[in-house]
């Protein structure tokens, strides 16, 4: 049998000129289709594929994409996660999706702020008697479990970036939460993209308005297996993560994953 190898770059392409890949009459692909998107998205659905911000890198890069696309899959091979991790959810249970942004805006954090901000909103609006946080940089909890995370991606090719989300909608590993069954995830994607398009020009203020961390005595597990203790008193204009040590001194730190030490007042 002679079959016809087609590089992931041009696979992308015939699948955002197309529509392509989309799921099959019958299947899944139903529920996606007949969802009434906000003005202004270009959203597509497929599947299965190994990550969605990946693809719609590639997508972007290829000028298949612009600002406003969007990338929703019910599967992911290669889910990806920050720092190399991985991103897990069985087929068609959770919301997985990336969203483009383009130009990059003048301060890139404020672009996954947004995403998480409208994570927020949706997930608030769907589970109102959950008590969501917003937990630095990009975490959604309900009572200590993380609910959602962001990754972001820029493109070293075109000045664009891609926000990654990924909500457990469905299903949720253990110590993880979920917003629970009879949710669909096209209609959480949905109300992201309504919050997304209420959200105010500056972004800051509501940002960390949002943010549970603030307040908050924190551990930070920093990158090489370091650690640092301190209570997060702000956010900078470039989005780190600005603690205030035990000897008085102050940090700002830019990666890492933060523990709340002392449960959110918010
Ligand atoms: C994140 O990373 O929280 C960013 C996750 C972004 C995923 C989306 S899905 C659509 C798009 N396409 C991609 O390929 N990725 C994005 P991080 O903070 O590093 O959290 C990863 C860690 O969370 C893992 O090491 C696990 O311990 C845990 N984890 C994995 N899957 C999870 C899930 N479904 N719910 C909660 N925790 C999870």
């Given at each position: 049998m002679t079959r016809t190898a087609i590089s992931p770059r041009l696979a992308i392409r015939i699948f955002w000129s197309t529509?392509?890949?989309?799921?099959?009459?019958?299947?899944r692909g139903d529920i996606w289709e007949a969802v009434s998107w906000p003005a202004g998205w270009d959203v597509r659905h497929v599947?299965?594929?190994?990550?969605t911000n990946s693809d719609l890198l590639t997508a972007l890069e290829a000028g298949e994409a612009g600002d406003r696309s969007v990338l929703v899959a019910d599967?992911?091979?290669?889910g990806r996660g920050r720092l190399d991790r991985r991103w897990d959810a069985p087929s068609g249970t959770n919301l997985l999706v990336s969203i483009a942004i383009a130009p990059?805006?003048?301060?890139?954090?404020d672009a996954t702020h947004r995403v998480a901000l409208a994570a927020l909103g949706a997930a608030r609006s769907v589970r109102v008697e959950a008590d969501v946080a917003l937990k630095w940089p990009n975490d959604l909890l309900v009572g200590g479990g993380k609910l959602a995370g962001v990754l972001a991606q820029r493109s070293p090719v075109t000045d664009a970036l891609v926000v990654g989300l990924g909500l457990n909608v469905g299903w949720s590993p253990d110590g993880a939460a979920r917003l629970g069954d009879g949710v669909q995830p096209a209609e959480v994607l949905r109300r992201v993209l309504l919050e997304f398009d209420r959200l105010?020009?500056?972004i800051g203020p509501s940002y960390r308005a949002a943010?549970?961390?603030?307040?908050q005595r924190v551990r930070i597990e920093l990158p090489g297996d370091r650690m640092v203790v301190g209570t997060a008193h702000d956010v900078d204009t470039v989005g780190r993560l600005v603690l205030t040590l035990d000897d008085g001194s102050t940090a700002a730190y830019d990666v890492g994953d933060v523990v709340h030490l002392r449960p959110a007042a918010r």
């Open positions: 529509g392509a890949n989309v799921g099959p009459v019958g299947s599947t299965e594929t190994g990550s599967h992911q091979t290669a990059v805006p003048p301060v890139a954090a105010p020009r500056e943010l549970a961390t603030l307040g």
